[in-house]
């Protein structure tokens, strides 16, 4: 069986601590602080250079692979923009940074491929520097799916989500959009638009929302037409956002951001609901959800299940010795143990030291506790320097009867006898 997950932790990608960021600006104090906030935030390396010569000079250099650029516009000695040439033709992505507005600038600058062009008048143009920098990491290859039957509309909005790393998969009408989503379970995101052959917007949201739910997957309806109810059709139908055709790079980079964002958000949610904080582990409620449902499953099938309840051996001397701090971490030793042990079965710490294991081939419960026993008797956790050794006891059941609970109970009554008995032992009924 492979083990249910509700969801990863949010977070940068894994590889994301040190990746580089060229940051152009010509006021040290400013270049200063957001490089600090930018490596508070990221844990990025920043390099900083001050006018276009130092650009040029690092770019020929070429030691760092620069994830993406920051750059003041108004250099000394390249007031109109100049640098962003640079960092284009050296195939570096850019948000631009201005402490005014020009129109015409601004204009040129986005035709050039630009990020985002973003006004430097206050503390929060940095803080939306910093947390557009994380979310371009985020979308690196992450996929989204564009859906209309335009071909040259399909074009321009995978150019504009290119531009943001995400990577792109499109569909011409509802029915192709279906089989590329069923097929390609990461897509978070998906640009739909109305009317289309074969199967418009409207009966592609019907269909996707009666398998996936909004907080899952974010669809943001476009649309050309006139009506004026376009809108909210969408929305009740289950989108999560509408935006209106014809529509400019910065406003859909917004949007879908801003949808990307929420997501986030509520994965984050979902996660403390499930996670045990200190461990990472499933917690009690996670275990009895994904757990009742495998129970059931298995009384069904007739197929046998093993549970096992697990306990840290005098884990209160523990929090004695070597204080909180240390118990801590030894129940982080442990649960990266078993986590990496029992990688195919539900896993949870229930509460304090202990945890609870539901497995479904119970012929091999018994040995891969045993297994388990002896590695955590082999291992310690280090505290500092100091080297705290432990060992666990466990009780086990296979009798599957009218519920999870009453097996849990039935391994827990084993769990006592072996700790009754001397600990560091398993007792299987």
């Known amino acids: 069986m492979t083990k249910t997950r509700t969801t990863s932790r949010p977070s940068l990608p894994a590889g994301s601590s040190g990746f580089h960021v060229l940051l152009v600006e010509d006021q040290r104090a400013l270049a200063q602080m957001a490089a600090k906030m930018l490596f508070d935030r990221w844990g990025c390396h920043v390099l900083i250079a001050m006018n276009l010569a130092q650009v040029n000079a690092i770019i020929?250099?070429?030691?760092?692979?620069?994830?993406?650029?920051?750059?003041?516009?108004?250099?000394?000695?390249?007031?109109?923009?100049?640098?962003?040439?640079?960092?284009?033709?050296?195939?570096?992505?850019?948000?631009?940074?201005?402490?005014?507005?020009?129109?015409?600038?601004?204009?040129?600058?986005?035709?050039?491929?630009?990020?985002?062009?973003?006004?430097?008048?206050s503390i929060n143009s940095y803080e939306y520097i910093v947390e557009l920098v994380g979310r371009l990491f985020k979308n690196r290859g992450r996929r989204v799916l564009v859906v209309d039957d335009s071909q040259s509309m399909r074009a321009i909005v995978t150019g504009m989500l290119n531009t943001q790393g995400f990577?792109?998969?499109?569909?011409?009408?509802?029915?192709?959009?279906?089989?590329?989503?069923?097929?390609?379970?990461?897509?978070?995101?998906?640009?739909?638009?109305?009317?289309?052959?074969?199967?418009?917007?409207?009966?592609?949201?019907?269909?996707?929302?009666?398998?996936?739910?909004?907080?899952?997957?974010?669809?943001?309806?476009?649309?050309?037409?006139?009506?004026?109810?376009?809108?909210?059709?969408?929305?009740?139908?289950?989108?999560?956002?509408?935006?209106?055709?014809?529509?400019?790079?910065?406003?859909?980079?917004?949007?879908?951001?801003?949808?990307?964002?929420?997501?986030?958000?509520?994965?984050?949610?979902?996660?403390?609901?499930?996670?045990?904080?200190?461990?990472?582990?499933?917690?009690?409620?996670?275990?009895?959800?994904?757990?009742?449902?495998?129970?059931?499953?298995?009384?069904?099938?007739?197929?046998?299940?093993?549970?096992?309840?697990?306990?840290?051996?005098?884990?209160?001397?523990?929090?004695?010795?070597?204080?909180?701090?240390?118990?801590?971490?030894?129940?982080?030793?442990?649960?990266t143990l078993l986590s990496a042990h029992f990688n195919v079965e539900l896993v949870a710490r229930v509460g304090g030291e202990e945890f609870f294991i539901l497995f479904v081939n119970a012929d091999e419960a018994y040995a891969r506790c045993e297994a388990f026993r002896v590695k955590v008797e082999q291992s310690a956790a280090m505290f500092g320097k100091t080297a705290v050794n432990y060992t666990v006891s466990i009780g086990i059941t296979r009798l599957v009867s009218q519920s999870l609970d009453h097996m849990l109970k039935l391994a827990d009554d084993n769990l006592y006898k072996a700790k009754e008995s001397g600990r560091n032992r398993i007792i299987l009924n």
Request: with cysteine; net charge negative.
């Open 167 to 335: 990577d792109v998969l499109t569909a011409c009408d509802g029915e192709e959009a279906l089989a590329v989503l069923f097929e390609h379970k990461d897509i978070k995101l998906v640009l739909l638009d109305h009317e289309m052959p074969v199967m418009d917007g409207f009966n592609f949201l019907l269909a996707v929302r009666r398998k996936i739910a909004k907080d899952r997957l974010a669809i943001i309806g476009m649309s050309g037409s006139n009506n004026p109810r376009m809108s909210a059709q969408f929305l009740k139908l289950g989108a999560n956002d509408f935006i209106c055709k014809p529509f400019g790079y910065e406003e859909l980079a917004c949007r879908v951001n801003q949808n990307l964002e929420m997501q986030e958000s509520l994965e984050s949610v979902r996660y403390i609901a499930y996670h045990d904080y200190l461990t990472a582990l499933f917690n009690r409620r996670a275990f009895f959800e994904q757990g009742s449902v495998l129970f059931e499953a298995a009384v069904s099938a007739g197929t046998p299940l093993a549970a096992a309840v697990m306990d840290i051996d005098f884990f209160k001397k523990i929090n004695d010795v070597y204080g909180h701090d240390g118990g801590d971490v030894v129940l982080k030793h442990f649960a």
């Open 60 to 121: 020929a250099e070429n030691k760092y692979p620069f994830f993406v650029a920051v750059s003041d516009l108004n250099l000394p000695d390249a007031p109109r923009g100049e640098v962003i040439d640079a960092l284009v033709n050296a195939k570096i992505p850019v948000i631009a940074m201005t402490g005014m507005f020009d129109a015409q600038l601004h204009e040129r600058i986005m035709n050039c491929g630009v990020i985002d062009y973003v006004l430097k008048n």
